[in-house]
């Protein structure tokens, strides 16, 4: 019985963390919400906290929730996860090195996108997405999927959510944005519309986005108690 509960709480968590960042944080129930609040302030603490709760929630029923295998794990699958999550750490470094155009407040740099942003114009929704897609391969199991599952669906369903709102709120910089960036890695480049700024780039996000893959490959098994790869 115990087990059940904790499965329905942890589908009970990751319902309550899509519906406050795809349901509500992407849509117009948004500025309906922030007006029933009375104000913004209000809301990003309501929903600041609704977060908090959800992140707890999904924690908590994560770890007690029982192994319900869904499919095997093979050896080399643990190594391509590994390597997958290189990209995904140094996306997410680049992500906080760099100007996010597509933020509140966000701006381009003159000439247009630059680095990061050329490459995809959401580099850490996808670190996340790569993340959260790795480790429900890596897991196979029933607690894996919910959990993981929450935040693989919030980064891929929040990039176009983002786009829509970023076009409705600053057309003028969305209409120096799109044409020379993408939501898929790579996509402006190979359709010809930007080219690759590996100079825009620069070296210290892929150097600390290593250093983070390797200390998080080597550490793994000591801080969250499994290794990344069977040696």
Do not use: Q, Y
């Amino acid at each position: 019985m115990l087990d059940l509960l904790m499965v329905l709480l942890l589908l009970a968590a990751a319902a309550l963390w899509l519906g406050l960042h795809v349901g509500v944080a992407g849509t117009a129930l948004r500025e309906r919400a922030v007006a029933a609040l009375g104000g913004e302030g209000r809301f990003t603490l309501a929903f600041s906290a609704g977060s908090i709760l959800a992140i707890a929630l999904l924690v908590l029923a994560w770890r007690e929730a029982p192994v319900i295998p869904l499919w095997e794990v093979p050896a080399w699958l643990r190594w391509l996860i590994a390597a997958l999550m290189l990209p995904a750490a140094v996306l997410f470094v680049a992500s906080l090195i760099a100007a996010n155009p597509t933020a509140l407040g966000g701006r381009l740099p003159e000439g247009g996108p630059r680095g990061i942003t050329r490459i995809t114009r959401h580099p850490m929704l996808w670190s996340f997405a790569i993340w959260a897609a790795c480790h429900i391969a890596g897991n196979g199991d029933l607690a894996g999927l919910i959990f993981f599952g929450a935040f693989l669906l919030t980064a891929l369903l929040g990039m176009p959510s983002i786009d829509r709102k970023l076009a409705r709120r600053r057309p003028e910089l969305w209409r120096d944005l799109a044409p020379a960036s993408s939501i898929l890695p790579f996509a402006a480049i190979l359709a010809g519309r930007t080219r690759a700024d590996w100079a825009g780039i620069g070296w210290l996000a892929p150097a600390v986005g290593g250093a983070l893959w390797l200390a998080l490959l080597l550490l793994h098994r000591d801080i969250f108690g499994v290794p990344a790869i069977l040696w």
